[in-house]
């Protein structure tokens, strides 16, 4: 379990977990619906790096400097 002042650092917003903790996959007993939670949730955050990757007016250096 992550510590209490860590707890924020875990929690996601996309569509799929809707602010639980990243945890609540491992309380999903259905191998094939805990496969697709976690699937659906890395490819919501993927498209959010595209998006934010992609915003008009970034230059080659702006998206450079994103990942750092």
């Known amino acids: ?3 209490p002042d ?3 650092y875990w929690q996601c917003e996309c569509d799929t977990c809707n602010g639980r903790g990243l945890g609540h996959f491992a309380l999903i ?3 094939g ?3 697709d939670a976690a699937f659906r949730h890395s490819f919501q955050r993927l498209l959010d790096v595209k998006e934010g990757l ?3 007016g ?3 250096a702006d998206r450079r400097n994103s990942w750092i």
Request: glycine content about 0%.
């Open 6 to 8: 860590q707890a924020n």
């Open 33 to 35: 619906k805990r496969t």
């Open 1 to 3: 379990m992550n510590a």
């Open 29 to 31: 007993e259905n191998h």
């Open 54 to 56: 992609f915003r008009p």
């Open 58 to 60: 970034l230059t080659s």
